[in-house]
Structure formats: structure tokens, C-alpha cells
């Protein structure tokens, strides 16, 4: 089955910087990559995805990029701010294994 | 349209009881599945099904039983309490078909046993 290994597993930035988070998928034939935000004491939500035939998404201050040779897939943040603090989980192919979760701290 | 519906939010067991996690979705997906999550930890695959009628194992299937039987409705089965299944459960649903898409989350259930 498909393995997704993510990291950092914790982050800190200060308010106003980027955030990088990254995933390595083993499968080749994965062709969906999304990624959900996980609200403290609240469900994890999709935020953005991706599929194989595109090679980076925005959609504001967050965006996707999927490089398919090397099997890689990051979630940029852009502008952080208090309210991006979570942890975010990515998956391949969608649904049933997710990456182990990113903590990430915006700090004010 | 309620999307994915779990119950109770909230349960306090003891060591050895049984019990039933309700999970039901409204959007006619095919595909459900169970995840625990442990404080700080990512989510683990308990069980999913693609299917009414069809169900397998995930990562962490061991004390949990899941029936499919019905499109809308994938509960999970405690067969015998453990502390150590103390945790927080998500439902998720798809649909789809064959086609990746985004999965839907539950509110989810804290469980505690003690």
C-alpha cells in the first residue's frame, strides 16, 4: 500500500513568515494529493488539494507544489498568521493513509 | 445534508465493557473508514470499508470489529475495553468511485476507559 512519510513534524515561525511542509509518497500511481488543517479539539478539514496532471495550485496565501519524479509534494504558507496554527496532515491518492501530522506554530 | 454524523461526542467506559461507535453519512459515499488519533499523534487506520457488504483491516485493527451493511451507516465495535484504546475516534467518508477525492470528517468521539 501507498506509504506517506511528512515532515517537519513540529514548526515555529513568527507571524508574517512562510511555512514549508513536506511529504514523500512510494507509490507511483497516486494521483490525488490533498492536504487538511486540524484545529485544535476540532476534525481535520481539506484545505487544498492537488492532482497528478498539475504541478502547483494557489489558493490565497496557501499553496501546493507535487514534483512526481521525486515523489514529493509541499504545502506553502505564505503570511502566517495566528489563526494557521494547527496541525496538517497530507495524503496520496486521498483518503485512507495520511502523513503524520505537522504541528505548526505561528507566533504573534 | 449533515454530511458525516458520529455519536456520542463524549464516552466514559470501564476496563472490559463493549461498546458502539454510531458513524453515518447523508452523501451517499462509498467509502468510510475509522481512524483513532492519540494526543499529539497523527491518524490511524482502524478499518474501512468501499462498499456496503465489504470491510478490511487498517493499521491498528485489533479490539475493534466494523460491519457495513448499509450505505450511510459504519459503526465500530469495541469488543472489550482496554485503557490502552483510550483516545479520540474520527469517521471519514469519500465518494467518488475509482476517482480520489476529498475525504469527510466526523466530529469525533472522545473515548475514555478506565
Known amino acids: 500500500g501507498e506509504n506517506v512519510e511528512q515532515h517537519p513534524s513540529t514548526l515555529s515561525v513568527q507571524e508574517g513568515d512562510s511555512a514549508v511542509i513536506k511529504c514523500t509518497y512510494s507509490?507511483?500511481?497516486?494521483?490525488?494529493f490533498p492536504w487538511y488543517k486540524q484545529e485544535l479539539g476540532k476534525r481535520p478539514q481539506l484545505i487544498i488539494d492537488i492532482r497528478s496532471n498539475v504541478g502547483e495550485k494557489k489558493d490565497q496565501r496557501i499553496a501546493v507544489t507535487l514534483n512526481k519524479t521525486a515523489k514529493h509534494f509541499s504545502l506553502h504558507i505564505t503570511e502566517t498568521q495566528p489563526e494557521d496554527s494547527a496541525v496538517y496532515f497530507c495524503?496520496?491518492?486521498?483518503?485512507?493513509?495520511f502523513g503524520t501530522g505537522t504541528k505548526l506554530q505561528v507566533i504573534p | 445534508n449533515a454530511g458525516v454524523t458520529q455519536t456520542p461526542k463524549f464516552q466514559v467506559l470501564k476496563t472490559g465493557q463493549s461498546m458502539t461507535l454510531q458513524c453515518a453519512q447523508d452523501?451517499?459515499?462509498?467509502?468510510m473508514s475509522w481512524y483513532r488519533q492519540d494526543p499529539g499523534m497523527g491518524l490511524r487506520l482502524i478499518h474501512y470499508s468501499v462498499g456496503a457488504g465489504i470491510t478490511d483491516q487498517g493499521e491498528v485493527p485489533n479490539g475493534y470489529n466494523v460491519s457495513r451493511s448499509t450505505t450511510e451507516d459504519f459503526p465500530l465495535r469495541l469488543l472489550s475495553a482496554a485503557p490502552s484504546q483510550t483516545s479520540v475516534y474520527f469517521c471519514a467518508s469519500r465518494g467518488g468511485g475509482r476517482t480520489n477525492t476529498e475525504a469527510f470528517f466526523g466530529q469525533g468521539t472522545r473515548l475514555t476507559v478506565v
Open positions: 495524503a496520496a491518492s486521498g483518503w485512507v493513509t
Open positions: 452523501m451517499n459515499h462509498e467509502y
Open positions: 507509490d507511483s500511481a497516486s494521483n490525488y
